[in-house]
């Protein structure tokens, strides 16, 4: 079902590539240009799902793992197994590799048309599997939207989050300021459940208010990823600039002004606080 982590490696650069571009950027002009046209295809099959990278290749999710792909010497991977549409199995039969994984030649055309057919397939399955626990009763709204993922820089943690931010602040405080080497936090809270993946070291810092925070970051590369106040597990802080998302929804709320920069210019309409309002 999963990719082989390592068998990309061969042709990548020992650190995980940030993001889709930047693993398309590693391969000549030629395999760029193939690349490129497997993701425009992804994506046009799949308009709603997220790019992200995965076992260091680029990945598609749409409420939960959609496709993934990958340039070798030879040959594009293409994965997971496809199971479900005997057509479409036969279809791709020339292409099965081990473990039942799609190998395309690069020494020939890349049936682009049967990639989107992949994925539309995909898409199917991931919304019957997603419908079919909704009905099961459990959450049934959140469920049934969107989901986003927060990475530190290098890859290793990231947090998956259901649906929107309950709320978007930046927080202008000293121990903030100290904690992301920025001049303010931005950071936006979540509902549980999320789920976290890699390793996190914690840090935990006593709040103005007495509160306990567990700040976790990377052990590998040092970014700051999300916090969780002792004791409550029902939602997350989450850094918002490690979603890497230029679009994410705007802060509403700025807390402890009385530290802020002079510099720092608020967006307008937004409430501010001279401290911690909580
Ligand atoms: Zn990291
Ligand atoms: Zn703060």
């Not at 068998?7 to 760029?32: H, K, T």
């Not at 057919?117 to 909704?134: D, G, S, Y």
């Amino acid at each position: 079902m999963r990719p082989n982590p390592t068998a990309s490696a061969a042709s990548r650069p020992n650190s995980a590539p940030r993001d889709i571009d930047e693993y398309i950027a590693a391969f000549s002009p030629e395999v760029q240009a193939i690349l490129q046209r497997v993701r425009l295809t992804i994506t046009k099959a799949a308009p709603e799902a997220r790019e992200t990278i995965s076992y260091r290749i680029p990945a598609f999710t749409l409420s939960g793992a959609l496709v993934y792909f990958a340039a070798f010497k030879k040959h594009i991977g293409f994965y997971p197994p496809v199971r479900g549409d005997a057509k479409l199995e036969k279809a791709l039969s020339g292409y099965a590799g081990e473990k039942g994984n799609l190998r395309f030649p690069l020494d020939q055309p890349i049936p682009y048309n049967l990639i989107e057919r992949i994925v539309k397939l995909r898409v199917k399955q991931n919304l019957a599997k997603r419908a079919a626990k909704t009905k099961k009763g459990e959450g049934s709204s959140r469920r049934s939207m969107s989901s986003r993922t927060a990475s530190c820089s290098c890859g290793q943690l990231r947090i998956r989050v259901e649906g929107e931010p309950r709320g978007v602040g930046i927080c202008h405080c000293l121990a903030c300021q100290q904690r992301t080497g920025s001049v303010f936090a931005a950071l936006a809270s979540f509902s549980a459940p999320f789920e976290v993946f890699g390793t996190a070291t914690e840090f935990v810092r006593l709040g103005g208010q007495g509160a306990q925070f567990i700040f976790r970051f990377c052990p590998v590369c040092g970014t700051t990823v999300f916090h969780t106040e002792d004791g409550r597990t029902e939602s997350v802080s989450i850094a918002v600039g490690a979603f890497a998302d230029p679009n994410f929804p705007a802060p509403r709320v700025s807390i402890y002004d009385s530290r802020r920069h002079r510099w720092v210019e608020l967006p307008q309409g937004i409430k501010t606080f001279d401290k911690d309002p909580t």
